[in-house]
């Protein structure tokens, strides 16, 4: 009787659960909200940004990279601003 009463709980535990995120997909509304671009060529782009990670910035770079000809997104550099807020500099190559 044991048995059946933890795996009934284990069944209704399972059935509760929610769906996973899809992974690799970053919030562009979030990160449209707390980063903004500095500077960009068609050599380099500048975005400078708090309260997210430098990797989740990394795919918008590297759709602007793309829409540069093809090229793709090489981070170059990470700079601590006096106001605690960061700038990442990639290189379109």
């Given amino acids: 009787m044991k048995k059946i009463s933890v795996m009934t709980l284990l069944l209704m535990m399972g059935a509760c659960a929610t769906a996973p995120e899809e992974p690799g997909l970053p919030d562009y509304n979030y990160l449209a909200s707390h980063m903004n671009v500095v500077g960009k060529t068609s050599k380099y782009v500048v975005y400078e940004y708090a309260d997210v990670r430098v990797d989740e910035i990394a795919p918008v770079a590297a759709l602007y ?29």
């Fill in 65 to 93: 990279c793309n829409d540069q000809n093809g090229k793709t997104a090489e981070l170059y550099d990470i700079s601590l601003r006096p106001d605690h807020r960061r700038r990442a500099t990639f290189i379109c190559k």
